[in-house]
């Protein structure tokens, strides 16, 4: 079983900076592709950012040039620096991966952190 857990949500004042963290723990072989999702209220849930075993990183374009994704491999951490935020970044911010299983790959989800944006 594989576990995820997320922390770094809250509430920050619009222009403000927060870094979520995701830590992998549990039994697998290998960690593949890191993201991180969001949902709004009354939303589907929607990709932030991504990054690939080899550090490629891809971005909504919502959050270019604001946020930064990031893995430490050797930690089992994915983390997500979220600078100049904005109201419309509020949501429930959860991270996902991928994983090598014996035979198969399978996708896991965090249980969320909130991350509140005032104006």
């Known amino acids: 079983q594989v576990q995820l857990v997320e922390s770094g949500g809250g509430l920050v004042q619009a222009g403000g900076s927060l870094r979520l963290s995701c830590v992998v723990s549990?039994?697998?072989?290998?960690?593949?592709?890191m993201a991180w999702y969001r949902q709004a209220p009354g939303k589907e849930r929607e990709l932030v950012a991504g990054?690939?075993?080899?550090?490629?990183?891809n971005y909504a374009d919502s959050v270019k040039d604001r946020f930064t994704i990031l893995r430490d491999n050797a930690k089992k951490t994915v983390y997500l620096q979220m600078n100049s935020l904005k109201p419309e970044d509020t949501a429930v911010y959860y991270c996902?991966?991928?994983?090598?299983?014996?035979?198969?790959?399978?996708?896991?989800w965090g249980q969320g952190t909130q991350v509140t944006v005032s104006s």
């Open positions: 990054i690939s075993f080899g550090g490629i990183t």
């Open positions: 996902n991966i991928d994983v090598n299983q014996p035979l198969r790959t399978m996708n896991y």
């Open positions: 549990g039994t697998y072989f290998s960690i593949r592709d």
